[in-house]
């Protein structure tokens, strides 16, 4: 399994991944029933989660509604520690992730909008570098594991900021290496191969260090953290199988 996953992920095309996986979910349910994990997205429990990247993580991929570490710590904090499912928001999400989108487009309290270059499930196709909405437009925006591949994430950040209201909120995770204190980049670096040595995967530009908060501030954002090892227990932790170091950088336009 985790060979085929690997393989998957490093050859098809994201638009042709993104459909087969509906019907990959369905077939691999029946053989993980049990109740050692549970996801809080979807709220099904399994013996065990599958594997998933391209350098395989165990227990990670939830088969139901396929989300991964982050997911379900993004879903949590949405619970816990916000009104998101309440309140009425104008809300973009940009690479809109499956395990979310059908729950979100739910709510009828949101206006819910998303994007994407080329998904298939996206309302909108449109470069992220000139975002094709007035200013403070958006309540809240989630864009999560996007800036690694785009060319110039300060201008997207700046994009990002500018349709946001006064006091929204943006979730704008990014895979981070923490070991390493500043991100590194180099435009020369174009062949996909060497992509994969030095930033992790052969469409990512950049590997993001434990700056990438101080990137978020430049950018003109108020940063706050929040926490796995600060806000779950050990037992949650492996309940709901979540990443131990991940912090979740949670972002606000000032005023």
Known sequence: MKTLIRWALRFLPRPFLIRASYLFMQVIKPFLNGDKVTCPVCGSSFKKFLPYGVHSRNNVLCPSCLSLERHRLIWIYLERETDFFTAPRRV???????????????????????????????????????????????????????????????????????????????????????????????????????????????????????????????AGFLVSEWSVRENFTPDEIEKYRLAQEEVLYITSKPG
């Open 92 to 218: 973009l999400h940009v690479a809109p992730e499956q395990c979310f989108l059908g729950r979100f487009r739910k709510l009828k309290n949101l206006v819910y909008m998303t994007a994407d270059l080329e998904s298939p499930i996206a309302d909108y196709h449109f470069d992220l570098h000139k975002i094709p909405f007035e200013c403070n437009h958006f309540d809240a925006i989630l864009c999560n594991h996007v800036m690694e591949h785009v060319a110039d994430d300060r201008k997207v950040l700046s994009e990002i900021l500018r349709v946001l209201r006064p006091g929204g909120l943006a979730i704008l995770q990014v895979p981070r290496d923490p070991g390493l204190t500043a991100t590194y980049e180099d435009s020369a670096i174009t062949d996909p191969r060497d992509r994969e040595v030095h930033f992790g995967q052969k469409d990512h530009v950049r590997l993001y260090g434990t700056d990438y908060p101080d990137r978020l501030r430049s």
